[in-house]
């Protein structure tokens, strides 16, 4: 498996912007299919954005599209996330997670994903 860790999150004012960082560690842990996902709280874990190991081709939740944006540094095997114009309902608990089985497609299931890393919060004030 990959080990995962997210950094970046934060309190910020509506309109404000936040980069997201995720530290992969263990075997090929740039080789695959990354993801971010968030959970706010009474609500199930739902998807944000998928990169697939190129880089070359993303996925985006319509509520995030044009506001966040997805990207990797294999080299330093860091996935990113960058989210601009933040809303109040953006607020959540995000995670990185990793499809360990898959590198050149991507998929929004949560069960699709087998390593996730702590979280990291992130709230939006209005």
């Known amino acids: 498996q990959v080990q995962l860790a997210e950094s970046g999150g934060g309190l910020v004012q509506a309109g404000g912007s936040l980069r997201l960082s995720c530290a992969a560690s263990?075997?090929?842990?740039?080789?695959?299919?990354m993801g971010w996902f968030r959970q706010a709280p009474g609500k199930e874990r739902e998807f944000v954005a998928a990169?697939?190991?190129?880089?070359?081709?993303?996925l985006y939740a319509d509520s995030v599209k044009g506001r966040f944006t997805i990207s990797r540094d294999n080299a330093k095997n860091t996935l990113y996330l960058q989210m601009n114009s933040l809303k109040p309902e953006d607020t959540a608990v995000y995670y990185c997670?990793?499809?360990?089985?898959?590198?050149?497609?991507?998929?929004?299931?949560?069960?699709?994903?087998?390593?996730w890393g702590q979280g990291t919060q992130v709230t939006v004030s209005s």
């Open positions: 997670s990793a499809d360990t089985f898959n590198s050149g497609t991507f998929y929004t299931r949560a069960e699709r994903y087998d390593s």
């Open positions: 263990g075997r090929a842990a740039s080789s695959y299919t």
């Open positions: 990169i697939i190991r190129s880089g070359g081709s993303t």
